[in-house]
């Protein structure tokens, strides 16, 4: 296969885990109409029936294993923390020239996991799309979830065909509607931890403290700042706990500056906690140039 194939036509797509971003994966490479077949694959048959009923996924499996030997790309699309046995379990089925990834928010962990772990030919690179919903299941699927959002892709410098197989996963995602850009590991981890894992414990931590009396006078702002607090916990758990090291930094940054604004209110500081709020404001309003 030429490197011109390899990123016009991407053959059979294997998605382990058909929720709300395997099935809007599926729905964006659908219409990328750059896929031969699209195989899905999860512990529950009657959902992947589902699935395959509204026209997800071509086929279905409930093991990895057994359809590994089909795909040119397998993306895992599990809990972080399910997802190295799985790419370990998976490549001893592929065929060389296999493409492996994923769509977890924790990156380090997983690469250090499989680095020198795959036969010859096949390959793993990590991906991390910056795009999801609070919602949960294939029922969400949108074929636009990508569109225009930013995939984080992180090769590995020790694979012999990180080049080609980094251009092929690029269109992947560009397929997709994504828009790439690649990070080591340890650099993806520092940054998620910043701009995803703190907010969603900043959220959580907030949603647990309104007092039970207040509830039904919470409006747009208590719920629009809460929102990601509705993810699910089982899978929340594995992401903080697999890049507590990151997320102890930035928790620690938070608490210094939430310190800050305490101590301006317990001061009764007008000018403090104007400095303070206006140069949140500023840090707010730049992300609205992006």
Same mark, same amino acid.
């Given at each position: !296969?030429?490197?011109?194939?390899?990123? /016009?036509?991407?053959?059979?797509?294997?998605?382990?885990?058909?929720?709300?971003?395997?099935?809007?994966?599926?729905?964006?490479?659908?219409?990328?109409?750059? *896929?031969?077949?699209?195989?899905?694959?999860?512990?529950?048959?009657?959902?992947?029936?589902?699935?395959?009923?509204?026209?997800?996924?071509?086929?279905? %499996?409930?093991?990895?294993?057994?359809?590994?030997?089909?795909?040119?790309?397998? *993306?895992?699309?599990?809990?972080?923390?399910?997802?190295?046995?799985?790419?370990?379990?998976? %490549?001893?089925?592929?065929?060389?020239?296999?493409?492996?990834?994923?769509?977890?928010?924790?990156?380090?962990?997983?690469?250090?996991?499989?680095?020198?772990?795959?036969?010859?030919?096949?390959?793993?690179?990590?991906?991390?799309?910056?795009?999801?919903?609070?919602?949960?299941?294939?029922?969400?699927?949108?074929?636009?979830?990508?569109?225009?959002?930013?995939?984080?892709?992180?090769?590995?410098?020790?694979?012999?065909?990180?080049?080609?197989?980094?251009?092929?996963?690029?269109?992947?995602?560009?397929?997709?509607?994504?828009?790439?850009?690649?990070?080591?590991?340890?650099?993806?981890?520092?940054?998620? /931890?910043?701009?995803?894992?703190?907010?969603?414990?900043?959220?959580?931590?907030?949603?647990?403290?309104?007092?039970? /009396?207040?509830?039904?006078?919470?409006?747009?702002?208590?719920?629009?700042?809460?929102?990601?607090?509705?993810?699910?916990?089982?899978?929340?758990?594995?992401?903080?706990?697999?890049?507590?090291?990151?997320?102890?930094?930035?928790?620690?940054?938070?608490?210094?500056?939430?310190?800050?604004?305490?101590?301006?209110?317990?001061?009764?500081?007008?000018?403090?906690?104007?400095?303070?709020?206006?140069?949140?404001?500023?840090?707010?309003?730049?992300?609205?140039? !992006?």
């Amino acid at each position: !296969m030429t490197r011109s194939d390899l990123t /016009s036509s991407f053959g059979n797509v294997v998605i382990v885990g058909v929720g709300l971003l395997g099935g809007s994966l599926a729905l964006a490479l659908r219409r990328s109409g750059r *896929v031969a077949k699209l195989i899905g694959v999860g512990r529950i048959a009657e959902r992947l029936q589902v699935a395959q009923s509204k026209g997800l996924i071509d086929d279905y %499996a409930t093991d990895v294993a057994t359809v590994a030997g089909q795909a040119n790309i397998i *993306v895992f699309c599990t809990p972080v923390q399910k997802i190295a046995k799985g790419v370990l379990n998976a %490549a001893e089925h592929c065929r060389p020239g296999t493409l492996i990834t994923d769509v977890g928010s924790v990156k380090a962990p997983l690469c250090r996991a499989v680095s020198g772990q795959l036969p010859d030919g096949v390959t793993f690179i990590g991906s991390h799309p910056l795009a999801g919903s609070e919602k949960q299941g294939f029922e969400h699927a949108n074929a636009k979830l990508f569109r225009g959002k930013l995939c984080v892709i992180t090769p590995d410098p020790n694979s012999g065909d990180v080049g080609e197989q980094t251009q092929r996963l690029s269109s992947f995602w560009e397929a997709a509607g994504a828009k790439v850009k690649l990070l080591s590991a340890e650099t993806h981890d520092h940054i998620a /931890s910043d701009i995803s894992h703190l907010p969603h414990l900043i959220a959580s931590t907030l949603a647990m403290s309104l007092n039970a /009396s207040n509830r039904d006078w919470a409006a747009t702002g208590f719920r629009d700042t809460t929102r990601v607090a509705s993810g699910d916990p089982s899978i929340w758990t594995d992401i903080l706990l697999d890049n507590s090291d990151c997320l102890l930094e930035s928790l620690k940054r938070f608490e210094s500056h939430l310190g800050e604004f305490r101590r301006a209110i317990e001061r009764g500081r007008v000018e403090d906690l104007t400095s303070l709020l206006a140069m949140a404001k500023l840090k707010r309003d730049e992300l609205n140039d !992006m």
